[in-house]
Every structure is written in C-alpha cells, then in structure tokens.
C-alpha cells in the first residue's frame, strides 16, 4: 500500500521474518516478533518512507523509531517536548545497551559538549532533543556534520494550534524536511482526531508520508464517570476500595485544588505529593523522579503533569475535574495500564464542572473562532458523560473508529446500564422557568436559583427577588435536588440550555423553542440519589491480590515478589525507575516459566542481551535462593496471562414517578 492511504491492522505483517529489524528486537529488547503495525511501519521507515503514525498510549510508539534508528546508519533524532523526561528515557535505553543522549536546557556546557562529541564521533545511536533547540542555528549546524539515520517527531499532535496540547515550536519543525530531505521522518502521536491527523501532515511538511493507524481502544481499561457529590471523600473510597497501595495520577482543574487533594490525601492515609506550575523546579523534579522510581506513590496534578510518562504499572487515573476536551481526557486517562493489566479511568463529574467551564471558555483571551471550537470540545466531552450508551464506543466514534461491538462490557454503562426516563415535562418546567424570569422579571439566575423556585423552597434569596410569586415556583417538587440538577446538566449536554456571563446564568438556545412546544422529547438518564465513588464486585482481597502479581498462583506469589525486592534493590543502587531493570510482566513470565540457567533466562520476553549479562546471574540466584518453590505449567504463547478487569459498581436508582401522566403545564408555560 502506497501514498498517503490509512493503514489498517489487518495490512500489516506481524514479523520482518530473518531481516536485522527482527534480529534487533530481540537482541536489544528481548522480544520474538513485533505487534500489530509495528512491522510494516519499521519496514517502512528503515527503506528511507515518511511516515504518520497514530497509536495508542502503550502500544509501543517508541520501537517504531528506535529500531529504525539502530538498524539505518547514523544517529536517530527524536524531537520530544518531554525536557523533564529525556534523562529517564535515555537512562532506560542505556540499560538496554543502546548508545543514547539528550541536549536540553538542564544540562550544563561540559555536558554538552561531551553529547556534542559523541554524536560528531558517531558514537551514539539515538539522540533527543527539545522542539525549541531546533530553531537554533548552531544546533542545526551541528546536525549538518554528522549522519543522520531519522527524524522521529514524537507528541506530533503538539503542532496542532486548535489541539489541547499545542507548542508553537512544533510549527518550525517543517524545515526538518526541507533541510534533510533523504533523511526519513516519522510523526507520532496517541491522541488525534481526523482533523488533528490532518493538521500533523500539513504542518510538518510531510504529503508523501504513509499513514499508519492502529486501534485507539485500550480495552484493559475499565472506563467509569461518577456524579460528583463530595469529590474527594469519593475519591478516597475509590482508592482504598480499589487501589490501595498503587501508584496512579489524580488530576485536578487548579493549583490550588492540586495542593488540597494532596494534602487531604496524605492526611488520610495515602501517601499523595501534588505537582503544577506553581511549584519550584526542584520540587517538580522531586515529586517526579519519586512517581517514577517508587512504587504505590499518587501524584495530584494539573495536566502539567504525565505526558511521556513511561511508568507502565499505573492502576488508575482519576480526574476530579471535567477535562476541556475527549481529546485531552483520552491522553491523561491512557496513562493507565500501559503494562496491559486492568486499570481504572475514573471521574466524579457535577454540574459546576460544566457551569466552571462554559466561564473559563467566554472569559478567554482568545478569538471568536477559538471560543467556539473550545466550545465545540467541550460539547464533545459533555456527551460522553452524559451518554447512557457505551463510553469506549462513543471513545472510538470520536477519533473516527467504529468499535468492533457496540458494547464493550468494561465501562460503567455497559456493566450497569443506566436507566432513562422521558425527561421532556421536566425541561419545559425548567426551560419555563427561565422565560419567566426573563420576560417576567428580566432577570438571569444560575442553576442554583432556578432549583429552588422549581423545588417551592423559600430561601433568603428566593424571597428577596419574589421569586416565591412566580406561577412557576414550586412546580418541581416531584424531583430532588440531585435529580435536578441533573436534568440541567443533560440538557447543556445537549444544548437544551446555555451557560453565559461572570455567574454562569443559564439562558435559552435556539433549540430550546423545539421543547417548549413540544416538537421534540427529551430523554435523560435516572441519577443516583445518593452519588458514591463506583465499587468492584470482587472481594477487597481478590482485588489485591490481582493488584499485586497478576493472578499467579498462589506458590509462585512469593517468587514474583522476591524478585520485584530484589529489582527495587538494584534500581536503587542505579538510581533508575524500577521498570527500567524488568516490567512486571517479565516477572511474572520468569516465575511462570522458572529458568534454571541463564541460557534459559534469555528466552525470557524482555530479556534482551544486555539485560541478560547485566542481571541474569542474579535473577538465576534469587529463583535459586528459593528452591522449594515449583512453576506452573507456561500459558502456550509463553507469555502469562493478564488479569480480568473488575466489574463495575452496581448500584440502585429511586423509585421514579409516572411523569407521563403529569398534568398538561398550560398554567406554568
């Protein structure tokens, strides 16, 4: 397949059967045969094509470059905004025996200098630098003397201006194909709609590259949105519930919100550091390199935090705010699970969420045209909260895939489904409301205030404005607060209703007529009376212990975690993260297997040379040490099996009333 076609899975061949990109894999990484469109898009590159790749976060982005960087002569560049990362990237690649470096602003000039004289001497086989240095005349001259083997533009979605991630320095990077025009190029990302997609071509320069794109589903990750009652008390349940004792990321909207989950976490018993711009350097590289490098560790952060992140054993990824846009909630949450072991995206979504939002878009600097599509993003993330459908089907319609079933059987709306009611009588005593106040009165209220007209309540401020006059005051009563609430909340979502100015007043829509005269229904799903962080249905203890070694069997449970001490050890002494010694899936496979000599180890998955000269002696020594212990017979692709994702909570909806036979509403109307 040619030009500028998508590629699909199906197009491409699982191994480059005998050729040096294999024998690379596993030589260097440990590995038999490559996954998914890994091969034909190495195949691809290491002929001199371009390429576009669009792949998951964890479906290994980084083999797609690296090996054709080892195999092609010269050094690979990889262009990463990733500046606070480069140093444990580069670390990861050394303990794999490839010669790698980085140049960016952290480094002082001896260490530059020693970078510069490997890369002059062709000494190294990979070397990142950040977007900014390319824009640099002496880090292009310095590019010119030496032989080039790729330019690998990681992030790729960074170039999009309308994309929730964009760097003006990703625009200059065009000029890498104008300079070095023999010199093959790959742009990669994890996150892109068809427009984003496009945007990456056009703005790098790239109309001849072959586009790859693989599935944007991470089916080990179980999908869940809560109603937002008191966030970080169910915040809290969901993590001794469910992840006690793992390592995840909590994101919050502010600064200040980032510090007071933190501290709220800690003072409960989880140990919890916070990270946003706020911080010091120093104490954002602290928190940092700790997340890496320990295990069980939360950080509350802002979205500063987690892109590049290669920790693979985060359980879960919560959000206590709504995301601006699904392409930004899709990144954070596909830091989860990168292993492919079960994790959890989790968020406690409310009304202010969205209230919050709409103020932050209309109070924006930015033009017309940028409101809009803020707008536009936003509108997108609202319906997949508010969706009674499958969230992973609505996930992949919108990157523009078409999921292989319509329900996935691991998001809260296909383990639980959510009741719906005919919600159109309750819109219009919402939608009347409103006109009353407007025609009536000419006054604009927030949803606050309207519930309580609706709910007949006679607060200090229901009674100051007479509210307590209006024909519609108390109309509502046969719903709660909650469930009110909710039917506002559905309604933005499905632009029913608007939210405008400094206090968030809700204001009618063009499509609000539509209701009023009754030209449409409104259905809306039941909300939960009272909102708890969502439950697993396996037992507390089963869920540890799949959390803890993957469902081996209870006699090799010692072994695996006699070698995860032993790897904390020498990650420790070597001052790395411990997934740069062995992932956990390599664990388990060397437990499941049992080698008994080191020629034995290397037939282990992940175990390439280096690491079997560097630490196979005293992987042998610690199974050794253990002598009692007997493996259990190998899975038959030799790889262990990952653990079953746990259901979803279950819980229990009121009992509704029969609001088709609610009395015609001429008399509030």
């Not at 195999?71 to 670390?91: H, N």
């Not at 709306?413 to 006109?435: H, I, M, N, R, Y």
């Amino acid at each position: 397949m040619g030009g500028t076609g998508v590629m699909t899975e199906a197009d491409a061949t699982e191994t480059l059967g005998g050729s040096e990109a294999l024998a690379t894999l596993h030589r260097v990484f440990g590995y038999d045969a490559f996954r998914g469109e890994q091969a034909a898009i190495i195949e691809h590159v290491v002929a001199g094509g371009d390429a576009v790749v669009l792949m998951p976060t964890g479906g290994g982005k980084s083999l797609c470059y690296q090996i054709p960087s080892l195999v092609r002569p010269g050094t690979g560049i990889v262009v990463s905004p990733l500046i606070a990362l480069m140093q444990d990237q580069v670390d990861a690649l050394r303990a794999l025996g490839v010669r790698a470096g980085f140049m960016n602003s952290t480094q002082d000039f001896d260490e530059r200098r020693v970078v510069e004289a490997e890369f002059l001497a062709g000494e190294l086989d990979l070397l990142y630098l950040a977007p900014e240095r390319l824009r640099l005349d002496n880090t292009l001259n310095l590019l010119s003397r030496a032989k080039i083997s790729v330019f690998a533009i990681d992030e790729a979605h960074c170039v999009a201006q309308w994309g929730h991630d964009f760097r003006p320095d990703y625009l200059a990077l065009s000029l890498l194909g104008e300079r070095w025009p023999d010199v093959p190029r790959i742009a990669l990302t994890a996150t892109a709609t068809r427009a984003t997609h496009k945007e990456i071509t056009q703005r790098l320069g790239m109309p001849t590259a072959r586009h790859f794109e693989a599935s944007f589903d991470r089916p080990n990750i179980q999908y869940r949105i809560v109603p937002k009652a008191d966030p970080k008390k169910q915040l809290l349940s969901f993590l001794r519930e469910e992840h006690a004792g793992d390592a995840g990321i909590v994101y919050c909207l502010s600064r200040n919100s980032v510090d007071k989950t933190a501290e709220f976490l800690s003072r409960n018993g989880i140990e919890a550091v916070p990270y946003h711009a706020g911080l010091d350097s120093g104490t954002r590289a602290a928190h940092q390199s700790r997340f890496l490098r320990e295990e069980g560790l939360v950080v509350v952060a802002t979205i500063a935090f987690g892109m590049g992140i290669d920790k693979p054993d985060v359980r879960f990824v919560a959000h206590l705010d709504l995301p601006k846009s699904v392409e930004g909630y899709y990144q954070e949450t596909g830091r989860a699970g990168r292993d492919g072991l079960p994790s959890t995206a989790w968020m406690a979504y409310g009304l202010q969420d969205v209230v919050q939002q709409r103020k932050m878009i209309q109070g924006s600097e930015g033009d017309e045209a940028f409101r809009r599509r803020a707008a536009a993003h936003l509108d997108s993330m609202l319906a997949l909260c508010e969706t009674a459908q499958c969230r992973r089907s609505q996930l992949l319609a919108y990157f523009g895939q078409d999921p292989n079933t319509p329900a996935c059987a691991n998001c809260d709306t296909c383990l639980t489904p959510p009741e719906t009611w005919d919600g159109t009588v309750a819109a219009q005593k919402l939608l009347s409301t409103v006109v009353r106040l407007q025609r009536e009165r000419g006054q604009k209220f927030g949803a606050g205030q309207i519930v309580d007209i609706l709910l007949g309540r006679k607060t200090a401020k229901v009674i100051q404005f007479d509210h307590d006059q209006l024909s519609v005051f108390g109309i509502g009563e046969e719903l709660a607060e909650a469930e009110w609430r909710g039917v506002v909340r559905q309604m933005l979502a499905q632009g029913l209703i608007a939210v405008e100015g400094e206090y968030g007043t809700l204001v009618l829509t063009d499509a609000s007529g539509t209701v009023l005269r009754r030209e449409r229904d409104v259905p809306l799903r039941k909300e939960s009376p009272k909102p708890t962080a969502s439950r697993s249905s396996a037992p507390k203890g089963e869920r540890k212990a799949k959390a803890a070694a993957a469902e081996l069997p209870a006699e090799l449970v010692p072994a695996f975690e006699a070698l995860r001490s032993w790897r904390g050890e020498q990650a420790r002494e070597q001052g790395v993260p411990a997934y740069v010694i062995f992932h956990d899936a390599t664990l388990r496979e060397i437990v499941t297997v049992w080698p008994t000599s080191v020629k034995d180890l290397g037939g282990i998955s992940g175990v390439g040379e280096k690491k079997l000269t560097t630490y196979g002696e005293g992987v042998i020594g610690v199974l050794a040490s253990l002598g009692g212990a007997t493996p259990a017979a190998p899975p038959t692709d030799n790889r262990p099996a990952a653990a079953p994702v746990p259901a979803a909570a279950v819980g229990s909806d009121p009992d509704w009333p029969e609001l088709d036979q609610e009395p015609e509403p001429e008399d509030w109307m």
